[in-house]
């Protein structure tokens, strides 16, 4: 004989509407916020518009020159040589051969600092010879020795050779720093000129 006090056990009983719908709405915020974690599924993504520059005189405007060392890519936006002074804010000075100007965009794609060092890039004239930044023309027209480019960071300058007369230029040959726990420079992004 059953007790008048004891429970049957029946059919289960189904979750209240409201239990289902906050359940429904947790998994709908779940995969929101999943789909803002920049897990990189975007289609397109717009370019940034940055504002264009005027050429200087005599500047050739290069298109589609671009190499990479390390984290940091470059490209090079403008070019001239065969010029015979340099006159900056406070200081003028002759070539010893004809100075060559090479402009750089310079971006930092990896998430550390990279630094780039002015001294270790090279010009490369048709002969094969290299030569390194003009350490006068550098300081005369106020471009970096040394620069901290920031994790997404770009930066555009100028960089000054001082070549023989004559001499045609064939490529830039830029490095960027080694990336954390490397042993060893870089190889570097050899991007041919003109």
């Not at 209240?16 to 709908?28: E, P, V």
């Not at 005599?58 to 020159?65: D, L």
């Not at 990279?114 to 002969?127: A, G, M, N, P, S």
Request: overall charge positive.
């Amino acid at each position: 004989m059953r007790h008048p006090h004891s429970r049957t056990r029946g059919p289960r009983r189904r979750p209240r509407a409201g239990t289902a719908l906050a359940g429904a709405a947790l998994a709908l915020a779940a995969l929101a916020l999943a789909g803002c974690s920049g897990s990189g599924h975007a289609t397109s993504l717009p370019d940034y518009k940055i504002p264009a520059e005027k050429a200087r005189e005599g500047e050739a405007v290069p298109e589609g020159r671009t190499g990479k060392s390390a984290d940091m890519r470059f490209t090079v936006v403008g070019f001239r040589e065969s010029m015979t002074d340099v006159m900056g804010t406070h200081a003028a000075m002759n070539a010893k051969g004809a100075f060559t100007r090479v402009r750089l965009l310079a971006v930092n794609t990896g998430r550390d600092i990279q630094v780039f060092d002015t001294w270790k890039q090279r010009l490369v004239t048709t002969d094969g010879r290299t030569y390194s930044p003009d350490v006068n023309a550098t300081m005369i027209k106020r471009q970096p020795e040394r620069i901290s480019v920031g994790a997404s960071m770009r930066v555009e300058f100028d960089l000054w050779f001082d070549v023989p007369r004559g001499a045609k230029t064939k490529a830039v040959r830029l490095y960027g720093s080694p990336p954390v726990g490397a042993t060893s420079d870089p190889a570097p992004a050899e991007i041919r000129l003109p």
